[in-house]
T-cell receptor, first 113, second 115 residues
Framework: AQKVTQAQTEISVVEKEDVTLDCVYE???????LFWYKQPPSGELVFLIR??????QNEISGRYSWNFQKSTSSFNFTITASQVVDSAVYFC??????????FGRGTSLIVHP | EAQVTQNPRYLITVTGKKLTVTCSQN?????MSWYRQDPGLGLRQIYY???????DKGDVPEGYKVSRKEKRNFPLILESPSPNQTSLYFC??????????????FGSGTQLSVL
């Protein structure tokens, strides 16, 4: 069975601080995909990134970066120089072809001005 | 505009009164699914559909029904709602049946309160 753990329920930072959201996953499959979604206060779910299990290259998109490490089954998300607009709930998800993607419980990020 | 449309956005009902939450996508996606989001539990899948007339249970299907008579529509039906079904519901779609490598396109959510 697949499992996604986001141990940080809530993180509070001050604007311009760097922050890392942790995601640890479990799966027996060798082929799988990992995702991050953002849910701002308005409530919609926005796709951020997808990573397949064969590509461990880290990715950077502006202030966002992702660190995928198969050795520790982690797919962590870092926001550099956080901004108030980054305040949201962030979900990590795992999909291994079972048609039932598994989501973590989410991490609520609060960025104070 | 490509989108997944859910209605209504907010719904308050009473125990036992049948209701339907509609979901429609205009992207010709094969895969559609329903999730519920509860505080501290993240998103859990209720039902999914890989194509017209093909539906299957997700992780928490009890108390729900779905149908997929047309490719674009995937309504969620609560025959006899109970207070423990009070939740935020999301419909999602994906282009292909094999969703393992596809991102999900989400609707804007339906906040349901069952009194």
């Amino acid at each position: 069975a697949q499992k996604v753990t986001q141990a940080q329920t809530e993180i509070s930072v001050v604007e311009k601080e760097d922050v890392t959201l942790d995601c640890v996953y479990e799966t027996r499959d060798t082929t799988y995909y990992l995702f991050w979604y953002k849910q701002p206060p308005s409530g919609e779910l926005v796709f951020l990134i997808r990573r397949n299990s064969f590509d461990e290259q880290n990715e950077i998109s502006g202030r966002y970066s992702w660190n995928f490490q198969k050795s520790t089954s982690s797919f962590n998300f870092t926001i550099t120089a956080s901004q108030v607009v980054d305040s949201a709930v962030y979900f990590c998800a795992l999909s291994d072809g079972s048609y039932i993607p598994t989501f973590g419980r989410g991490t609520s990020l609060i960025v104070h001005p | 505009e490509a989108q997944v449309t859910q209605n209504p956005r907010y719904l308050i009902t009473v125990t036992g009164k049948k209701l339907t939450v509609t979901c429609s996508q205009n992207m010709n996606h094969e895969y559609m699914s329903w999730y519920r989001q509860d505080p501290g539990l993240g998103l859990r899948q209720i039902y999914y559909s890989m194509n017209v007339e093909v539906t299957d249970k997700g992780d928490v299907p009890e108390g729900y029904k779905v149908s997929r008579k047309e490719k674009r529509n995937f309504p969620l039906i609560l025959e006899s709602p109970s207070p423990n079904q009070t939740s935020l519901y999301f419909c999602a779609s994906s282009p292909n049946r094999d969703t393992s490598n596809e991102k999900l396109f989400f609707g804007s959510g339906t906040q349901l309160s069952v009194l």
